[in-house]
Every structure is written in structure tokens, then in C-alpha cells.
């Protein structure tokens, strides 16, 4: 539909604040889940010696799990709507469904992963099963209902010539892209090795050494997404936020036209000065690594 | 026999160069893979193909709304809206993991493969910490990712365009031809994206990683070759041969 | 039974083609069967052949899992989802080639896309091999079958939802609406999450082939949703069986994990080791 300027802008605001809420929870449903990169090391623990009481779940990867939520999610709904429900309600049972098959997926890779790691005197700890995999649909089903409402949007009311399913299957993709480039880092470089120094990447030599003695008692998922949710989680959400409203955005404002993607190459050239401005101000403020200095300091 | 018509050829042609576009793209993106996800090595802590894959598909997200609102858009044009939106999720990817290293995991950033950033100069080996290969993303790995991501948007938005004008006019697809083209260039992407993550083998830190000049050959004539046969496969099927 | 014997390739393989195959043509035998043998047979027929497309697509699933089984325990360097997605992938540009240029021989469709299937998969493992020199002695021989059963599981699930495996029909049922992709997305993760889910030094190939039948019964299940849509009643019985044999093979696997793990408690404390 063709819709003024206003309008427009309107929708496309309603498409950021829900890409940002979809990124944040799906970087903290990778973190309760211990899902992807960081999981690497959960994995390894065990061989290590180190037994755990993490939830170990290994979907293949963010991307492909979310895509795999967000596509059923879209079927789902896709399949609602032609049977003439309400919008809103459509996508809601959709992404609930979606979000149990999630879980299922999700008990299946804790117990098999475990049950593979039967040398290593893993157990498989039942009760956190019980109460980390509804954690896992809960967020699971915030992140679907963001993706599948954005990929409804776009087909209906911005007239987009793919369908919900494949909208919502793109969008999931990205968001566990995204999710896994960022948030994952929180989650794996700082709070799974925490009793470390801050402020250095991980030594290899440490593979494997996860915290596992929390605050107070043994350390499970739940603490480890309580710490991200401060930080990781959030970035992630601005990750995507900003990737789905400067997509559309120049096109909105200026047409489809050259000066959009004048536009678009900008908001790209600002960014990479952003980066820049980071890297000189975290290097200044940390200084280089003490050792090398010395060294520095002995050749000068 | 089928009389070879020029445009034909020509399709092919533009699809087996569009997958290898894909294919150059995904070795500028700099990975780091599981270790830099642990602050362990330069890059962005994720596989090699979802993150090509993922900036690409947006790419084509928005390459096809450019086509379907401006029909009599130019190649190029729908081409540059590809490039723009996964330059785009690139860049705000980058971004925010920059900021997840900076103030997160408190870590300056530092390219393990050389010893001077090519782009800004700055000394790259005192500001790598003990027992990693690197960490974060500086300035030259940023631009090698943006580089790639518009080569990644461009190439899925090539296909897209090439299959959409080709389908619209096949008596067997017609009104889909949206829907098709899209998916084909979903599949053929994929394949394009998985071919140089096994030649690169999981991690790359960009143009001024050694490993690009050495993997890059033979992986884009693979995906040249493999490019082509999918070009063929879709010529056909809209077609309808037998 | 302490001797753990392993299904050979060959069995698995075998029972990946003709059971996908059958399925897949039964799609279209039933209704034409059913024409002749008259009005209430025909009618039944006509609803549950699409059953049987997803029924050959769970044998293909169970085929393509034990073979990203067999290529990953090398150790892919990039890992598994990826040999899953290029799979797909392959499978899915063969599946329409095949089913697209047969238009007389409609029967051929299959047949046909589960020949160029095999070798694009041929092609691709070829040049993995040899000129990336991946050196994965089962590198060839696994891409091509991985890409056969990526062929097979999308059109028996797409048969499942148009009702037959008529280009036509399919652009019409099932790319227009954007099934597809669920079909493909969520297949792909059918072959590739077994192996992923049991990654570790004491998996089961038991544990494995169950585990892909809970995946590829949840597969029908979606797609038995999306039928409801498309074909009706169908729809519905899809869902119903896939609900069941996931029951079944979720048991199953659940069986299985008590008896390999070390030990499964409902609560505890981390077991005192070594280190």
C-alpha cells in the first residue's frame, strides 16, 4: 500500500524497536542456552576435568536456529492468516509453537551432547533440564514474535515481494548472526572465564577452564544470562536495530534512488569512523600490554 | 538441438560471475570463528557462512524491494541496493562487537598478521595480549568487512535480477517468479558461501591477511565452475526443456 | 548386547532412496489408483497419498544424517552446519531443475533431480577434495549422498504439501506461499542437528539414527501445519502422524540417553575429579 511520509516513518520506527528487542533476546537465549562459539568451551570442559552444570545446547549454530524458529514462526502464522484469523493473534500462537519446537531441539542437544560425554563422568543434572529449557522457549518466543511481526509488516503493509515465511526465515538468519558476532563475546570472553583478570583476550592456554563455582553455589545458565542481559544482550539488540532501520530508511526518506544509496554508503563511512574513534580511545586508555612495552623499552 | 541464444549465454554467464562475487565477498569478511568469540583471535567471533550468508540475504532483501518499487531501475542500481543494505549489517555488526570488546571484555584491538594497520598506521603486535592471535577489529579488518559485504549484497543482488527478468517471462513460473528467483538465489548463495569457508578453513582476518592472497585462486575458480553448472540449472528451468 | 553393531552405509543408503522414492511416487500413484477403483476409495486415497511424500522424506532424513555423520567425524574445520547448508542447497536448485524440465515425462521428475543431485554433490566434493584439498578420505562419496537426500527430503515434504510432485502444483502450493523455505530450513536442520546434538567422544550411531527420526518426524509435523493450508484434511493427518512418530522416536531416544550417559541425576553437586 502506498502510505505518506509520516506514515512511513512510523512503521519503520515499529520495525527498529522490534529488530532491538529481537536481538537483545536472542543474544540472551544463546547465552541461557550456552548456544554456539562460547559453547566450544563448555564443551570442552568436561575433557579437562572440569564438570559443569551448564545447560550445553548445540542447535548448529545461531543462525540456523533462529532461522529455524522464525521460518516455522512465519509458516505457522502464514498459515493462520489464511484462515482469516486476527493478525496479532496469528503471530502469537505462531511464534508459541515455534518456540516449543525450539525447546524440543533444545532438551535433545543437552541430553545427547552429555550422553556423549559419558567417559568423562559427565552427568546430565535433570532439574536443569527442567527449569533452563522454559527459560530458553520463553525467550525463544519473544524473539519469533519480534522476527515474525517485522516479516508481517513488511509483506503486507510495505509490500515486500517475498512471503512472511521467508521474510521471517532472512531475519532470523541475521539476527543469529548478529547475535553470535556480539553478544557471544560478552558471554564467552568475559563471563564464562570471569575469574580471570580483566582486560585480556583468552589465553589458549586456559581452554576449557569455565567458571563453574558461582557467586554463591555451583554457576548454571540462569546466573550466566543474568550477568549479559547488562550488557551483551543489549548491543545485540542495537546490532540489528540498526541494521533493519538503516536498510530501509535512506529508501524511505529518498526515494528509490541513487542519493539513497549516497546515503546508505554514508551512514556506512560514519560508522567506520565510530569504529575508529573506539579503537583510539580504548587504546589510549588501556595502554599496551606490559611485557612488550619492556621490550620496547630494552630495543629503543 | 537448442539454438544457443546470445541472451542465454549472457545469463549464465552474469550467474556463474555473481556466485563468484559471493565467493571473493566472504574471504574479505574478517572471522575469527569460536576463538574470537573469546577475545582469542582478530575478528568477528562467528562461521565464516552465517555471516556472509546473513549480510547477503538482507542484501537481497533489499535489492528486491528496490526491483519490485522501480521496476525500470538499472542493473547497477539494484545491484548498489543489495551492496548498501549488507554493507549496512555489517557495519552495525562490526560496530556493536567493537563496543562488546572495548568496554565488555576491556580489550584494545589488535590484528595478529601484521605489524602496522595498513588504513591508520597504528602498531598492531604491543597491543596483542599473551597467548592469543589477536583480538577485536581494527580499523583495516572494518573496511576489509565492509568491502565484502558490498561484493556479498552485490552478487546475491545479481542473481536475484538475472533469475526475477528471466522467470517473469517463462509461461511455467510467471507470477511466481519472485518467489523462485528467490529461493534459487537462497541455494545458490549457500553454495557459494560454504565453498571458500572450507578453503579458508574457518578463520580469515581480511585483504591483509597472507592467507587471502593464497586461498583466493583456487577458491573462486571452484565457485566459477559450480556457478556456472547452477547457471545452466536455472536457465533450464525456466526454460522447460523436455 | 555389548557388541555395538553399526548399520552399514550401504543399508542406510538403500533405505534412503527406495523408501523416498516410494513415498515420493506414491504421491501420485494413490489418487490415480484410487480413480479407478471408485468414489469413497478415491476420495480416501486422494487424502492420504500426500502422507506418504512425508513418510519418504523422514527415510531420506534419517539417510542424510548418518551420512553428515559419517564426513564430520573428521573434523570439518568449519563445522557441520555448513556441510548441511551446501547440501541443501544443491539439493534444492537440483530438486527444481528436476521437477521443472520434465514436462511430458512427468513421472521422470524425481528421478531426474535426484540424478543431477548426486552429481552437483559429485562435482562439489570433487573440487573439495582436490582442488581445496580438504584431504576427507569420505569427503566425495558423503557430498554426493548428502545431496541426493537433501533432493529427496524436499520434494517428498513439498509432495506432502501440494499433494503431488507437478512443478505446476508446487509453484503454485508451495513456493507462492512461501513453504518452501520452512521445508528447506527446516529439513536441513532435520539431517544436520543429529550429529551436531551427539557431538562428542562416546556418541551412538543408534542414539543418532533415533534422534533424526524425532527431527524428520517434527519436519512432517510442520509440514503437516502448512498442508492444513494448502490441501485440508491431508493437512491434518500429516500433522497427526508426524505428532506420533515423534512421540515414538523421542521415547526412543530418551531410552537411549539413560542407558550411554555416565549418570543422570535429578539433582547434584559437580562429582569430585582429579583436576
Known amino acids: 500500500m502506498v502510505l505518506d511520509l509520516t506514515m512511513s516513518m512510523a512503521i519503520l520506527a515499529l520495525m527498529g524497536a522490534l529488530a532491538t528487542i529481537a536481538g537483545c533476546l536472542e543474544d540472551l537465549e544463546s547465552d541461557v542456552g550456552s548456544q554456539s562459539n562460547p559453547n566450544s568451551q563448555v564443551q570442552l570442559a568436561p575433557q579437562m576435568g572440569f564438570l559443569h552444570r551448564i545447560y550445553n545446547k548445540a542447535i548448529s549454530g545461531e543462525p540456523i536456529s533462529n532461522g529455524l524458529s522464525a521460518v516455522t514462526g512465519g509458516t505457522v502464522t502464514a498459515v493462520l492468516l489464511s484462515a482469516k484469523f486476527y493478525p496479532l493473534t496469528a503471530i502469537v500462537i505462531g511464534a508459541l509453537i515455534a518456540a516449543f519446537i525450539y525447546g524440543i531441539y533444545a532438551t535433545t542437544s543437552y541430553a545427547g551432547r552429555v550422553a556423549s560425554q559419558t567417559r568423562f563422568k559427565q552427568p546430565l543434572y535433570m532439574d536443569i533440564m527442567r527449569y533452563t529449557t522454559p527459560s530458553i522457549i520463553a525467550h525463544n518466543f519473544i524473539v519469533n514474535f519480534c522476527l515474525v511481526a517485522i516479516a508481517y509488516i513488511q509483506y503486507e503493509i510495505l509490500g515486500y515481494p517475498f512471503t512472511i515465511p521467508f521474510l521471517a526465515l532472512i531475519w532470523g538468519i541475521s539476527v543469529g548472526a548478529i547475535g553470535s558476532s556480539v553478544g557471544d563475546v560478552h558471554y564467552g570472553a568475559e563471563r564464562e572465564f570471569q575469574n580471570r583478570e580483566f582486560g585480556c583476550g583468552l589465553n589458549t592456554a586456559l581452554s576449557g577452564r569455565i567458571v563453574r563455582k558461582a557467586e554463591s553455589g555451583l554457576r548454571n545458565s540462569i546466573d550466566n544470562v543474568w550477568f549479559c542481559a547488562k550488557f551483551g544482550g543489549p548491543a545485540t539488540g542495537i546490532g540489528l536495530g540498526l541494521t533493519v532501520f538503516f536498510s530501509s530508511w535512506p529508501t524511505t526518506l529518498f526515494g528509490y534512488t541513487w542519493n539513497a544509496i549516497g546515503v546508505g554508503v554514508l551512514i556506512v563511512a560514519v560508522m567506520v569512523v565510530l569504529n575508529r574513534l573506539v579503537e583510539i580511545n580504548v587504546k589510549n586508555a588501556y595502554g599496551p600490554y606490559k611485557e612488550e612495552k619492556n621490550e620496547k623499552e630494552v630495543k629503543a | 538441438m537448442v539454438a544457443i541464444d546470445p541472451t542465454i549465454i549472457t545469463n549464465i554467464l552474469l550467474i556463474a560471475i555473481s556466485g563468484t562475487l559471493i565467493c571473493i565477498a566472504v574471504h574479505f569478511i574478517p572471522v575469527g570463528g569460536a576463538p574470537a568469540a573469546m577475545a582469542q583471535a582478530t575478528g568477528i567471533g562467528t562461521g565464516t557462512v552465517e555471516l556472509a550468508a546473513g549480510s547477503g540475504l538482507v542484501g537481497l532483501i533489499t535489492a528486491s524491494y528496490m526491483y519490485a518499487n522501480e521496476p525500470t531501475a538499472s542493473m547497477v542500481l539494484v545491484l548498489a541496493a543489495g551492496a548498501m543494505g549488507s554493507m549496512v549489517m555489517l557495519a552495525s555488526t562490526m560496530f556493536a562487537g567493537s563496543l562488546i570488546y572495548a568496554f565488555g571484555v576491556g580489550v584494545p584491538f589488535a590484528s595478529a598478521q601484521i605489524k602496522k594497520d595498513p588504513i591508520t598506521g597504528t602498531r598492531q603486535d604491543i597491543y596483542m595480549s599473551k597467548g592469543t592471535q589477536g583480538q577485536g577489529l581494527p580499523t583495516v579488518c572494518f573496511v576489509s568487512g565492509i568491502i565484502g559485504a558490498a561484493l556479498g549484497g552485490a552478487g546475491g543482488g545479481l542473481i536475484y535480477y538475472v533469475l526475477v527478468k528471466l522467470y517473469s517471462q517463462s509461461v511455467l513460473i510467471g507470477p511466481s517468479a519472485a518467489a523462485v528467483a528467490g529461493v534459487f538465489t537462497m541455494g545458490v548463495f549457500y553454495v557459494n558461501a560454504v565453498i571458500p569457508s572450507y578453503g579458508v578453513g574457518g578463520t580469515i582476518e581480511g585483504f591483509h591477511d597472507p592467507k587471502f592472497r593464497r586461498v583466493l585462486p583456487k577458491d573462486a575458480f571452484t565457485s566459477f565452475v559450480v556457478s556456472m553448472i547452477c547457471g545452466v540449472v536455472a536457465v533450464m528451468i525456466g526454460g522447460g526443456l523436455i | ?275
Open chain 3, 1 to 275: 548386547m555389548s557388541d555395538i553393531k553399526e548399520r552399514a552405509p550401504n543399508q542406510l543408503m538403500i533405505f534412503g532412496i527406495v523408501g523416498g522414492l516410494l513415498g515420493i511416487y506414491l504421491t501420485y500413484i494413490l489418487p490415480l489408483a484410487g480413480e479407478q477403483l471408485g468414489e469413497k476409495v478415491a476420495i480416501f486415497l486422494k487424502t492420504i497419498a500426500p502422507v506418504a511424500g512425508a513418510l519418504g522424506a523422514m527415510c531420506a532424513v534419517v539417510w542424510g544424517a548418518d551420512a553428515v555423520r559419517r564426513v564430520a567425524k573428521y573434523g570439518l574445520g568449519t563445522g557441520v552446519p555448513s556441510i548441511g547448508q551446501i547440501a541443501m542447497g544443491m539439493g534444492i536448485v537440483a530438486a527444481m531443475f528436476g521437477l521443472a524440465i520434465v514436462k511430458t515425462l512427468v513421472l521422470a521428475g524425481p528421478i531426474v533431480a535426484l540424478i543431477t543431485a548426486s552429481i552437483i554433490g559429485f562435482i562439489i566434493g570433487w573440487f573439495a577434495q582436490n582442488v581445496i584439498k580438504m584431504k576427507i578420505p569420505v569427503m566425495i562419496r558423503c557430498m554426493t549422498e548428502i545431496a541426493a537426500a537433501g533432493t529427496i527430503i524436499i520434494i517428498g515434504f513439498s509432495a506432502a504439501v501440494a499433494g503431488n510432485f507437478e512443478f505446476a502444483n508446487i509453484i503454485k502450493l508451495v513456493f507462492d506461499n512461501g513453504v518452501i523455505l520452512a521445508v528447506f530450513w527446516v529439513g536441513a536442520v532435520a539431517v544436520l542437528h543429529p550429529f551436531n546434538a551427539c557431538l562428542g567422544p562416546d556418541e551412538k550411531q543408534k542414539r543418532l539414527l533415533y534422534l533424526a527420526g524425532s527431527t524428520g518426524a517434527i519436519t512432517m509435523a510442520i509440514v503437516g501445519i502448512a498442508a492444513t493450508m494448502t490441501l485440508g484434511a491431508s493437512g491434518v493427518i500429516t500433522l497427526i502422524i508426524g505428532i506420533i512418530l515423534w512421540l515414538i522416536f523421542y521415547k526412543k531416544f530418551w531410552d537411549e540417553v539413560y542407558n550411554d550417559a555416565a549418570s543422570v541425576v535429578g539433582t547434584g553437586l559437580i562429582p569430585k575429579t582429579e583436576a
